[in-house]
């Protein structure tokens, strides 16, 4: 049954493909679908140039989706997408080199800060509640911090 509807494939079911990725694409983190979506439109326009069956069809499509993906993975390599706030999504390297306020006693290298409307766990020298500190550094959501004198 299923080798009776691959036989009767043209080419513009493989632009419907290519439109159907490039719509999951909108909905996707990352950049993938959309390579997908160009190696079934480079499909549908190879079909619609050259009768071919739909076993040439499919090895195209999957070549197509290997190299266009590869491309594209060292393309964004070489050409990154810059941002205004590069550190947008890691809240603790935004924080780096601004001074806070000992919340909770510095004790065997761990403890809390207050900044701003947030406390967060740091790690640092042993330091007493009211003691000023700088963020040197973060890992995950622990903060590392310096004694200010």
Same mark, same amino acid.
């Given at each position: 049954?299923? /080798? ?31 390579? =997908? ?17 739909? +076993?040439? +069809? ?5 070549? =197509? ?24 999504? /890691?809240?603790?390297? +935004? ?7 000992? /919340? #909770? ?12 409307? #947030? #406390? ?25 911090? /310096?004694?200010?004198?």
């Amino acid at each position: 049954m299923m /080798e009776g509807f691959f036989d009767s494939m043209n080419w513009w079911h493989w632009l419907i493909v290519a439109v159907l990725f490039l719509i999951m694409e909108i909905f996707s983190p990352a950049a993938f679908f959309m390579w =997908l979506g160009f190696a079934a439109a480079i499909t549908a326009l190879a079909a619609l140039a050259i009768e071919m069956s739909w +076993e040439m +069809e499919f090895l195209l499509f999957a070549v =197509l989706s290997v190299a266009s993906i590869l491309i594209g993975r060292s393309w964004f390599k070489r050409h990154p997408i810059e941002s205004e706030q590069p550190a947008l999504n /890691e809240r603790g390297v +935004e924080l780096v080199g601004k001074m806070a306020v000992v /919340e #909770t006693p510095i004790v065997n290298g761990t403890g809390r800060i207050h900044l701003g409307e #947030t #406390t967060w766990k740091v790690t640092g020298p042993d330091a007493a509640t009211g003691q000023k500190v700088r963020i040197i550094g973060s890992q995950g959501s622990t903060l590392k911090v /310096e004694l200010i004198d």
